[in-house]
């Protein structure tokens, strides 16, 4: 979302085409993968309210992204401007909630079968912290609109979890399920490497700063996950719950028919 740009700014045919189209793609793939859930009977509205809370929250945040490219690229400051600040104060629900429903699912002891539970109870946390990290570097940096822009798509990219985790053949991909959803989300700031250099020749710092943050966030979870403290915030968050007696670093069993 490139928001609360430098009121000099000036559209720049090309880049701003590029995170438009972009921003659609992702906005495809967020919608192809809770649709494919709900499809296929994985998901239903008959969930917990929580959830419902979660998913209108975090979907609410791909249609901000998406206007804000809109704006951006038609020039529509006016709107662009304000719906960047609602979209920073955004964030803070977005990570209340998501923090919210990983303890919830752990507790109950209802990770997907593709996770380990601490590695899931991990994860979850560390991916929405670190596209809040990369969104409100991006706000900061609002007045170098190439930084701005960039940051902000490496941050959505990263959010593209749950949707791949939901297109991916996850069973499939056990032990490495996680990692490969990872792996899948930094085709996008790839992909705008690519378009950098075929449009100048050169590839913009922002990238770099980007995927190391997402790359350190990877092996920030492996390293949690794997280590002591990570053990102790089980113990934490399951405590006197169904989630206390489940293995916290052994896959769950496979649904039937699997």
């Given at each position: 979302m490139a928001t609360l740009a430098d009121r000099s700014f000036t559209p720049t045919t090309g880049d701003e085409r590029f995170f438009l189209r972009a921003a659609i793609a992702m906005a495809i793939i967020v919608v192809a993968g809770f649709s494919l859930d709900l499809a296929t009977g994985r998901s239903t509205f008959h969930s917990p309210p929580l959830l419902h809370a979660h998913a209108i929250t975090f979907m609410g945040w791909v249609v901000i992204y998406l206007l804000q490219n809109v704006f951006a690229a038609t020039g529509r400051m006016e709107l662009h401007r304000p719906l960047g600040w609602?979209?920073?104060?955004?964030?803070?629900?977005?990570?209340?909630?998501?923090?919210?429903?990983?303890?919830?699912?752990?507790?109950?002891?209802?990770?997907p079968f593709f996770f380990k539970p601490l590695q899931f109870l991990v994860?979850?946390?560390?991916?929405?912290?670190?596209?809040?990290g990369l969104t409100w570097a991006a706000v900061i940096m609002r007045r170098r609109t190439d930084w701005h822009r960039r940051l902000h798509y490496c941050g959505m990219s990263l959010l593209l979890g749950p949707a791949f985790g939901r297109l991916l053949p996850m069973p499939f991909l056990i032990p490495w399920a996680y990692e490969t959803v990872v792996a899948a989300c930094l085709i996008f700031p790839l992909i705008g490497i690519w378009a950098d250099v075929r449009r100048s020749g050169r590839i913009h710092p922002a990238w770099r700063w980007g995927i190391a943050t997402i790359v350190g966030s990877l092996l920030l979870t492996?390293?949690?996950?794997?280590?002591?403290?990570?053990g102790a915030l089980y113990r934490a968050a399951t405590n006197g719950s169904p989630g206390a007696q489940v293995p916290p670093l052994q896959f769950p069993a496979l649904p039937p028919g699997l």
């Open positions: 609602i979209g920073t104060a955004w964030i803070g629900a977005m990570i209340v909630l998501g923090f919210l429903v990983t303890i919830a699912m752990v507790r109950r002891g209802d990770v994860f979850d946390p560390v991916i929405i912290l670190t596209f809040a492996e390293a949690l996950t794997y280590g002591p403290v990570g």
